[in-house]
């Protein structure tokens, strides 16, 4: 059987970049942007999503870095429409990469997504004049138990590719994240 998925191993335990495999020709081009079966041959993962959530921003919007303290939520994420520069943050304090971050640059052009386990902050810019963010969750939303971490806080030294002179477009919650030594962590 052909492969169709190609996972890319990231600084953070557990989270992958996926490359599914697109057909093109002349006419366009044809993507699985999930398939139970594929995803599972290729990652050793039986995830049940719950939840889509789509969403639409404009350029310089950083939204994040989310997480819930009760459930918990696996992500599987990707732009259909731009590009953001997408962002994991380890908070699980038994693992190997605790307190590292990765970043990876999602677009509808590369057709990349990336897999995120429950327990990580995450967090994008975007990059492009709009984009169009979806992603699947393994649980419900739960307000109640959402934490923002500070997406600036120099513990973490996430490297934003913001321009110089450049600020992010935030609403009120995530302008005011916690910072890592504040933050909950699993």
Request: hydrophobic share 40%.
């Amino acid at each position: 059987m052909t492969q169709k998925l190609t996972i890319l191993p990231t600084a953070i335990h557990d989270v992958f970049i996926i490359e599914p495999k697109v057909f093109g020709d002349e006419r366009g081009w044809f993507t699985e942007s999930f398939n139970a079966k594929d995803f599972r041959e290729a990652t050793g993962l039986d995830v049940e999503f719950v939840q889509d959530n789509h969403s639409f921003s404009r350029q310089w919007t950083l939204r994040g870095l989310h997480y819930q303290l009760e459930k918990t939520q696996g992500k599987l994420v990707r732009v259909v429409v731009g590009s953001v520069f997408d962002v994991v943050v380890d908070i699980r304090k038994n693992s190997p990469s605790y307190g590292k971050s990765a970043g990876v640059e999602l677009s509808a052009e590369n057709h990349k997504q990336m897999w995120i386990p429950a327990q990580l902050a995450h967090g994008f810019l975007v990059l492009s004049e709009t984009a169009e963010f979806l992603y699947k969750t393994t649980d419900y939303y739960h307000p109640q138990s959402e934490v923002c971490l500070a997406w600036n806080d120099p513990a973490v030294g996430i490297k934003w590719p913001l321009p110089p002179g450049i600020e992010p477009n935030m609403n009120a919650k995530d302008s005011v994240g916690l910072s890592w030594d504040d933050a909950p962590k699993f």
